[in-house]
Structures are given as structure tokens and as C-alpha cells.
């Protein structure tokens, strides 16, 4: 075997192996060319965005400082605004001079003094006569000016524009109106002398409302109350019921005020009553105090008779009156009645005595009254016993003085009542006539000093028990 055969097989195997090299570098190469050609464009465009940042962030600080700056001093600064051109009669147009530093300015003052409104409701003579000889001017913010004739300064006076001042009570948009934040005080009567027995004064107004039959009770206030320390103004708590007499099943009751003896109530009340039913009624004020222990201690009362009051002109009538500690109630329309109650619960027996009554009514033009007294008793609305006195002729005062023995079990009690009526006798005229009547019995058939009454007999055993009532 030839030696020059060996040499040129390791060379062909050499240049196939160097070409595949070749080969696989040629992707490497060209991945390595295309990765700065990226960084460069993302470079760029952040520095991009970099540079409008810090350019907006430039404007708005620009912008700042602009709207930072005063009006005044950019109106002062800009030369490019147009001045006006005056046109005087006889003569071409003018272009006055504007100098924005010499016009005056004045910061209004937050709170107009006294002085200001006296100087703006003033005359110009008076303006005169209060600042001296020296003439009055006004400037361009409303204000007075006074020269001094020494010195040639203006002394400025503020007060308001003319516009506003030729009208009377009008006030510049902004000012304080002093007398919207005045305090007025109705307590005049604090000085007002009381006697030492003095019980209180309360003021009041009633009202009749003819076209919806209402009457119009309204409480004020009340005075010089009695407290429950001696000495002390806040040791009472007052209240008042309201009363339209004879009818006491129903009252009307304020609102409770404490620690005071010169409470104020302002409070209104109705009651609805016909206008001649209202003619025959008394309003009956009475005042309380309520202790700790929500007791009412009866202060004092006040009567007023509605046939008194003058209800034609549908105004309010506003009066006062002077508590008193027993009141005497007048006569109704229809009179009053006097009689005793006395109960024997041992023997059963109710007795019942009619003493006398007083007012009763001239009927039918009759100048004297023939008059009896019937007394029904009722067990659960039922007549069991009628009873009559005798007739007293010729008399509106009528004395009976009669006593009747009627027969009720301590069981039937809380359902037993009494029915006393007047009765005018008619000679020759079948059936007489009711004046009034009254009605006592427990609380499921009376009210007020009917109920009184009854309760007064029960406590007192076999005692005789009186009272006046008056006729509905």
C-alpha cells in the first residue's frame, strides 16, 4: 500500500466537520445581532415618556404660580388693554389716562358699628353739621369723605351706598340686622309688688270659635307661685287642670314645669261646646305642685263664668286673676242644690237629706216657683225606689229640710246611685217639669264632687255628709 494514500483521508473528513461548524454558529451569531437592537428601542422609548414627565410636571408648576399671582397685578401688568374713548360735546374724542394704582381701595368692615348706621340714615346738612365745615365727598367704594380745609386730606367716614340708604329699613346683602337677634323680655312684671298672703297670678285667654263651636283655652304663664321651702324660687313644680264646670268628668291638664314659681306655658286647650250650652258653664282653673312623690298639692283655683265674657267679636280675650284657696263656685244657670248623704253599712240603710236649694229659675214668666225634690235610687240603671219632699210655692230659694231612709246592702254599693232632681209643680197641668238634677253615686256613675261626695260618705260611717251641688 502506496504511503501517500493515508494523508488524504483525515483531510476530507477535516473539511466536512469544519463546514458543519460553520453551520451550526450561523444561529448563534445572528441571535446575538438581533438582542442590542432591542435594549436600544426600549431605551429610547423610556426616555421618551422620561422627558414628558419632567415637561408636565414643569407646566403645572408654571400653572401654579400663574394662578398664585394677584388680579391686581396682572391687571396692572397688561399694557394691552383698551382704554376707554369719552366723548365730550364740542370737542373730537378723548382717551383719558387710567392709572389702576391711584383708585382708592377700602376692605369693608365685617361688623357695621353704631356710628355707621347713624351716618347713613343722616342728611348731607347733618353729615355736615356732625363732621364740621369740612365738605362731604364720596369716593368710589360709597364711602362719606371729609377734607380737612388745613391739611387737604381726606378723612374717610364708611357708611353705605345711597341706593341702599334711600330706602328705609333696608340693609346692604351680608350686613347684620341687629334687631332680628334681639331678646325680648316679657317678665315685666318681675317687680310687681305681692302682698305676704299672696297665692299667685296666672295669665290666661279664652277664645269661642263660632263656626266650629270650639272654645279656645290658652295658659300664659303664672307669677309668685308658693314653693315648698320657704325662701326658695325652685323647690316648685307646677302644673294646671282645666275645668269647664258643672261637667268635672273631664279636665284638660298642662305640661308639668319644674323647679320654678314663675313657670311659662304657652299652651292651648280646646273644648268642644255649643255657644248656649258655653253661657251656662264656668271655666275653673286650678294649679297643682307635684312633689317627689307625684303627688298634686292643690296650689289654688280660678273661676271664671263664661256668661261674663264677651264672645260676640271672635277675638281673643287675654286677662289675668289671683289664685284663690277656696273658691266659691257661682250659681248655675238652673240653681243649686244642697243635701246630706249618711250610710249605715251595719243596718244597710242610705239616709238622704234635702236641706234647701237656691237660683232656681223663673219659668215661663212666672215670678215665683213651686217647687219639689225627687230623689230615685238606681241599682245598675234600674228604678228601685222613687221618693218626694213636699211643695214649697212661691219660692226660688226653697228650704226642704226633709230626710229619706232608703235600703241598700253593702254589696249593692259600687253599683248603686242616687238621682235628685228639682221638679217645678204645675197645678192643673198633667206632668211637671225638670229644673235639674244631680247625679251621686261611685265611680262608674259620677264625676268630680258628685263622686266626692259619695266617697265622703263611705269613709264616714253613720255621719252626715253635705255638700252643694249644682243643677244640670
Given at each position: 500500500?502506496?504511503p501517500?494514500?493515508h ?12 463546514e ?8 448563534q ?24 414627565a ?6 403645572k408648576?408654571y ?18 388693554l ?9 370737542k373730537?374724542?378723548?382717551?383719558p ?24 340714615t ?10 364740621g ?6 369716593n ?27 330706602i ?13 337677634y ?8 318681675v ?5 305676704e298672703?299672696?297665692?299667685?297670678r296666672?295669665?290666661?285667654a279664652?277664645?269661642?270659635?263660632h ?5 279656645v283655652?290658652?295658659l300664659?304663664?303664672?307669677?309668685n ?35 320654678t314659681?314663675?313657670p311659662?306655658f ?22 297643682c ?21 264677651d264672645?260676640d267679636?271672635?277675638?281673643k ?25 249618711s250610710?249605715?253599712e251595719?243596718?244597710d ?14 219659668l215661663?214668666?212666672?215670678?215665683f216657683v ?14 228601685i225606689?222613687?221618693?218626694?219632699t ?27 246611685s242616687?238621682s ?24 262608674m ?8 261626695h ?12 253635705t255638700?252643694w251641688h249644682?243643677?244640670?
Open positions: 500500500m502506496s501517500n494514500l494523508p488524504t483521508v483525515p483531510m476530507a473528513v477535516t473539511d466536512k466537520t469544519s458543519e461548524d460553520k453551520l451550526n454558529d450561523a444561529p451569531e445572528a441571535e446575538m445581532e438581533t438582542f442590542p437592537a432591542a435594549g436600544i428601542a426600549a431605551a429610547v422609548v423610556f426616555g421618551l415618556f422620561l422627558l414628558l419632567v415637561a408636565f410636571l414643569l407646566y408648576v400653572r401654579r404660580k400663574c394662578s398664585s399671582q394677584s388680579k391686581y397685578e396682572r391687571i396692572g401688568k397688561d399694557s394691552k383698551p382704554t376707554p374713548m369719552l366723548k365730550i360735546e364740542g373730537g374724542p378723548i382717551q389716562k387710567l392709572d389702576l394704582k391711584s383708585v382708592p381701595f377700602a376692605v369693608p368692615q365685617s361688623t357695621p358699628t353704631r356710628e355707621d348706621f347713624r351716618m347713613s343722616l342728611s348731607n346738612q347733618e353729615r355736615r353739621d356732625s363732621l365745615s369740612a365738605p362731604i365727598t364720596s368710589l367704594n360709597g364711602s362719606i369723605v371729609a377734607s380737612d380745609s388745613e391739611s387737604n386730606s381726606p378723612v374717610a367716614t364708611p357708611s353705605r351706598r345711597s341706593s341702599v340708604t334711600e328705609p329699613g333696608a340693609y346692604v346683602l351680608g350686613e347684620i340686622n341687629p334687631d332680628l334681639k331678646i325680648h323680655d316679657d317678665d315685666d312684671d317687680d310687681t309688688y305681692y302682698p298672703d299672696h297665692m299667685g296666672i295669665w290666661f279664652v277664645e269661642y270659635e263656626e266650629s263651636e270650639r272654645l283655652v290658652t300664659v304663664k303664672a307669677r307661685l308658693p314653693s315648698r321651702v320657704l325662701g326658695s324660687v325652685n323647690q316648685c313644680d307646677p302644673l294646671v287642670k282645666i275645668f269647664l264646670l258643672p261637667d268635672e268628668r273631664r279636665h284638660l291638664q298642662s305640661k308639668l314645669r319644674r323647679k314659681t314663675n311659662k304657652d299652651e292651648s286647650f280646646v273644648f268642644q261646646v255649643t255657644y248656649k250650652a258655653l253661657l251656662q258653664r264656668t271655666l275653673r282653673l286650678t294649679l305642685d307635684v312633689d317627689r312623690s307625684k303627688r298634686h298639692r292643690v296650689l289654688g283655683h280660678v273661676l271664671l263664668p263664661l256668661r261674663d265674657v264672645f267679636n271672635n277675638e280675650v287675654i286677662m289675668w286673676r289671683d289664685l284663690e284657696k277656696d273658691v266659691t263656685e257661682t250659681v248655675s244657670e238652673k240653681g243649686d242644690i244642697q243635701f246630706s248623704l250610710y249605715n251595719d243596718l240603710r242610705l239616709t238622704v237629706t234635702i236641706i234647701n236649694a237656691k237660683g232656681l229659675p223663673k215661663d214668666n212666672n215670678p213651686d217647687s219639689y225634690v225627687k230623689i230615685c235610687l238606681l241599682h245598675v240603671s234600674k228604678v225606689k222613687t221618693k218626694k213636699s211643695i214649697i210655692k212661691r219660692s226660688c230659694d226653697p228650704a226642704f229640710n226633709e230626710s229619706f231612709i232608703l235600703k241598700v246592702s253593702s254589696e249593692q254599693m259600687d253599683t248603686t242616687l235628685i232632681a228639682v221638679m217645678k209643680h204645675a197645678p192643673g197641668v198633667k206632668g211637671d217639669k225638670q229644673i235639674g238634677r244631680v247625679v251621686v253615686g261611685p265611680f256613675y259620677a264625676r268630680g264632687k258628685e263622686l266626692e259619695w266617697n265622703d260618705m263611705l269613709s264616714a260611717q253613720k255621719e252626715q255628709v255638700h249644682s243643677l244640670t
